[in-house]
């Protein structure tokens, strides 16, 4: 059976998230019903990370196995065609090894999260950003961010349900871009870690806005990080500003020989 590796971007307002929900849409539910339009069977896609309900993606990636030895740009128009009412969208595909596998192969997931600073409501940014009306301190916070680069133990930023096995985790990057518009400043904060816990990023980024009011210090976050308690954690900010913006792997699927 050909693997085929997918490359997604989908807009989560209104899903459950990627994994399968029994009684609620879902990304991963999506494309496995469009593969089973066009091979009609049971169908069970894994994917880099499964994002939470509400949280966006441009760039995740998952794997699919088929009977038929599809040509890759076919295979996603047809899938592009049965997803074209779930806001979710096939942006590449690729004829992947057998080898390979979405979660397991991968070395690095890359989140973004958008916070817009305004006081007017959002309208073009609506559901896509995390909105606040007053103004936040962009040096304080990537202050407060430096502080959790590097490898520790994030318990104080991790769900209470979160199911890995170990609260130790390596953080490579967490830079806060700062975007100025008229009328209003957007920041972009970038997170970059092999793997994550569950709410991790949307805690670092709850914590950080706090730190950006001046509510908290950059010295908080260390005690924070040092306190290993959900109770020391900033509160956890909306789904709604998250995307993962891209996934690497060591042999990456979708480089094309002269990229």
């Not at 007017?120 to 009306?133: F, R």
């Not at 100025?180 to 670092?204: D, G, I, K, M």
């Not at 500003?241 to 020989?257: E, H, I, K, S």
Request: aromatic share 8%; charged share 25%.
């Amino acid at each position: 059976m050909p693997r085929y590796a997918l490359k997604i971007d989908y807009h989560g307002a209104g899903l459950a998230g990627w994994q399968r929900q029994n009684d609620r849409p879902s990304v991963q539910g999506a494309i496995e019903a469009a593969l089973a339009k066009l091979e009609p069977r049971a169908h069970n896609i894994a994917a880099a990370g499964r994002t939470d309900a509400g949280v966006h993606a441009f760039a995740q990636v998952a794997h699919c196995d088929m009977e038929r030895d599809w040509t890759p740009f076919r295979l996603s128009e047809a899938l592009n065609f049965h997803l074209r009412e779930d806001r979710v969208g096939i942006v590449d595909c690729v004829q992947a090894p057998d080898e390979f596998h979405a979660r397991f192969s991968a070395r690095e997931r890359r989140y973004m999260f958008r916070l817009i600073s305004r006081r007017a409501p959002l309208t073009h940014d609506l559901g896509l950003a995390w909105h606040v009306k007053y103004p936040l301190d962009a040096q304080l916070m990537q202050d407060g961010a430096d502080r959790l680069i590097g490898q520790h133990d994030f318990t104080t930023f991790r769900s209470t349900i979160c199911q890995a096995q170990s609260p130790v985790k390596t953080l490579d990057e967490l830079r806060i871009e700062e975007i100025t518009r008229p009328n209003e400043t957007e920041f972009r904060f970038h997170v970059r870690a092999r793997s994550f816990l569950h709410n991790q990023v949307r805690s670092f980024v709850g914590t950080l806005e706090r730190v950006g009011t001046g509510a908290m210090t950059p010295d908080d976050v260390t005690k924070a990080l040092e306190a290993r308690s959900r109770a020391a954690c900033g509160p956890v900010c909306p789904p709604h500003g998250l995307y993962l913006a891209g996934v690497t792997y060591p042999d990456d699927p979708f480089v094309r020989d002269g990229e």
